[in-house]
C-alpha cells in the first residue's frame, strides 16, 4: 500500500489514499526506530523490510521514468544505503541503466544493508559528483531520518552536485540531510522531487524547511504492523479532518442559534477596529450562532455601520466587561487583534480567564504580557476547565512567540517548531497555536498538529484575527479545545486555497460555506 502526498508549496496537501483511512500518525526518530524493532520482534525479518522498502523505491522511479532511463543511485553507510541497493537491484531486473555510486566502502554496511549488498551482483563505484553526468534520474540513499550532525565531505559534495543537477532526484525515507524529528536541513539537503517514506510521515516532512525539500511524498507500506501504535501511541499528527471529524459541530436541524453559542470579540479603540469585525465575521461564519463585538464608545459608530448579524454592545474597560460577562451564554471571548498593549489589556485579559469560557488570546493580549508573562501562565493554569483540559487558545506568529515564550537557550537551539510549541503549550497550560507556513497545534498533554495546508498567499494583513474568530466560533459551539484550534487552522487554510491568489483577509470568511459544503458532505 502507498499513500501518495504531494507537497505543493501554496496549496492543500491532499491525501490520495489506496487503503482504508488517512495516516495522519507523524512518527519521529525514535518512535520510527521502535516500530522497527517492534516490527522484528514480532516476527517480521528486517532485510523483508528492506526488500518491501527498497521495492516502493523502485516502484517510485518506475512511475515516472521510461525503461532504458540511466538512474544513478548515491548509496550512503546505514539502512539507508541499503534501501538504495534493494532498489538497484530491482530497477536493473526491470530492465534501467544502473550506476551504483558508494560514498562509503560497501564492505562497512552490516546486518540487513550487508545482505542487501551481497544481493545486488552489479558493479558499485566510488561516488564522486562527475558520476552523476548524463542520469535520467537520481536516487538520493545516502542518510535516512535520523541524520542528527552537519553534511560534511564526499556527502555534502555529492548532495550539492544533486542539486545541480538537472535530474529528478527520488529520496529514500528523507531527503539526506534533513532531521526526520525536525525538519532542519543539516548544512545542505538534498531538494528532492519525490521522497519515498515508510510505514508513516516523520514531523520532518512537514516541518520547514523539511517540506520544502521533500516534493511529492510517499508513504509505503513495508509490512511493519498497525498493532505496533498501540505500543507507540504517537502523539504527533497531521492537522485533517481525521484528526477531529467526531467532535465537528455538524448543524442540526432541530437546533438553534442560542445552542450554537455566543461569541465576543474584544475590540479595541478607535483607530484599530478592522481586526475586531475581521474576527467577529469569521466567527460567525464559523457556526457560533450570535456574535457580539464588545466595543469602546469612541468606536461604536465604526462598529455598527460596518456590521448587520454582528451585534455591537458599548464596553469600555475592564469593569464593564466583567458586567458583560455574567451572562454565561456569553461562551468564547477573543482579546488582542487590534486591542492595544498594556495595563488595559492585561486587565481585560485577567477580567475573560476569570471564568468558564473558551478564551483566545491572539496579537496584543500576548504581547502585553512579554514582561511578566509568568502572571499569564499563572491566570490560566488556575482558572477552571469546561472539559478536564484547557480552555485556553494562544495564537502567536514567530515574534510573538519569541517575545513571550522566552525559552532557555538550550531549548532554542535544538528544538523543533513542533517541541518549541509543545513546551509552550506545556509552560502555559493552554493550546498554543504556533502560526506560520508549517503552523504547529499543540496541546498541554503534549498532543501536537502540523498544519499543511496554507497557501503562500495567505500570509496577507489580518489573517490572523480570521483565524482566532474561527477558533471561538467553533469553541463556542461546544468543541473540544485543541480539536477546535486544529479543525480552524485546517478551514484557514482549505479557504484560503480555494479563493486563490489575490486573497486578502475579508475574502476568508465569504469562502467558508463553500468549504463548509464539502465537509459536511463527507461527515454526513
Not at 41 to 66: C, K, T, Y
Not at 92 to 111: C, F, H, M, P, Q
Not at 444 to 459: F, H, K, Q, T, Y
Request: charge should be neutral; proline fraction near 6%; charged fraction near 20%.
Amino acid at each position: 500500500m502507498i499513500i501518495e502526498i504531494s507537497t505543493r508549496i501554496g496549496r492543500g496537501d491532499q491525501l490520495s489514499l489506496i487503503g482504508s483511512r488517512p495516516m495522519i500518525e507523524l512518527l519521529n526518530n525514535e518512535e520510527m526506530a521502535e516500530a522497527d524493532r517492534l516490527a522484528i520482534a514480532s516476527g517480521v525479518a528486517g532485510i523483508e523490510l528492506m526488500e518491501h522498502a527498497g521495492r516502493a523505491v523502485a516502484d517510485a522511479v518506475a512511475l515516472r521514468q521510461p525503461l532504458g532511463t540511466k538512474i544513478a543511485v548515491v548509496t550512503g553507510p546505514g539502512n539507508n544505503g541499503g534501501d538504495g541497493f534493494v532498489a538497484a537491484r530491482l530497477l536493473a531486473e526491470r530492465g534501467y541503466r544502473l550506476r551504483v555510486l558508494s560514498i562509503a566502502d560497501k564492505t562497512r554496511l552490516r546486518g540487513d544493508a550487508g545482505e542487501a549488498v551481497r544481493r545486488f551482483t552489479g558493479s558499485v563505484e566510488p561516488a564522486s559528483p562527475e558520476s552523476l553526468a548524463g542520469a535520467g534520474a537520481v536516487v538520493d540513499a545516502i542518510f535516512g531520518a535520523g541524520l542528527a550532525r552537519p553534511v560534511e565531505g564526499l556527502a555534502r559534495e555529492m548532495i550539492e552536485a544533486m542539486n545541480a543537477s538537472a535530474a529528478p532526484v527520488i529520496a529514500v525515507d528523507l531527503p539526506s540531510g534533513i532531521n526526520g524529528s525536525t525538519g532542519a536541513r543539516l548544512g545542505v539537503a538534498v531538494n528532492a522531487a519525490e521522497t519515498v517514506t515508510f510505514f508513516r510521515r516523520k514531523p520532518g516532512h512537514l516541518l520547514l524547511p523539511g517540506r520544502l525539500c521533500s516534493g511529492k511524498v510517499r508513504v509505503a507500506d513495508i509490512g511493519i504492523p498497525d498493532a505496533v501504535f498501540a505500543r507507540i501511541r504517537p502523539t504527533a499528527f497531521a492537522n485533517a479532518p481525521e484528526l477531529w471529524k467526531t467532535v465537528f459541530p455538524v448543524p442540526r436541524l432541530e437546533a438553534h442559534k442560542y445552542a450554537r453559542g455566543h461569541a465576543v470579540v474584544v475590540s479595541g479603540a478607535m483607530p484599530r477596529t478592522g481586526a475586531a469585525r475581521l474576527a467577529a465575521r469569521a466567527a460567525l461564519r464559523a457556526g457560533a450562532g450570535l456574535v457580539t463585538i464588545a466595543s469602546p464608545r469612541d468606536a461604536l459608530a465604526v462598529h455598527g455601520a460596518g456590521n448587520v448579524a454582528v451585534m455591537v454592545r458599548p464596553v469600555d474597560g475592564a469593569d464593564e466587561l466583567a458586567a458583560m460577562l455574567i451572562d454565561k451564554r456569553l461562551n468564547a471571548v477573543v482579546l488582542g487583534p487590534g486591542g492595544g498593549v498594556g495595563g488595559g489589556m492585561r486587565e481585560l485579559v485577567a477580567t475573560a480567564l476569570a471564568g468558564e469560557r473558551a478564551v483566545v488570546l491572539d496579537a496584543d493580549a500576548l504581547t502585553s504580557y512579554e514582561a511578566e508573562p509568568a502572571a499569564l501562565w499563572a491566570m490560566i493554569a488556575g482558572r477552571p476547565s469546561r472539559e478536564g483540559r484547557a480552555a485556553t487558545v494562544l495564537t502567536p506568529h514567530q515574534g510573538e512567540f519569541a517575545r513571550v515564550f522566552k525559552l532557555d537557550e538550550a531549548v532554542r537551539q535544538t528544538a523543533s517548531k513542533l517541541e518549541a510549541a509543545r513546551a509552550a503549550a506545556a509552560r502555559s497550560h493552554a493550546v498554543v497555536v504556533l502560526k506560520g507556513p508549517d503552523t504547529v497545534i499543540a496541546a498541554p498533554d503534549g498532543r501536537a498538529a502540523i498544519n499543511e495546508n496554507a497557501p503562500a498567499w495567505l500570509a496577507t494583513a489580518g489573517s490572523g484575527d480570521v483565524l482566532s474568530g474561527m477558533i471561538a466560533g467553533l469553541l463556542a459551539q461546544g468543541m473540544p479545545t485543541f480539536e477546535g484550534a486544529c479543525a480552524a487552522v485546517w478551514l484557514h487554510g482549505e479557504a484560503a486555497s480555494a479563493f486563490g491568489p489575490g486573497l486578502i483577509s475579508e475574502d476568508l470568511p465569504e469562502v467558508l460555506p463553500q468549504v463548509y459544503g464539502r465537509l459536511f458532505s463527507e461527515l454526513s
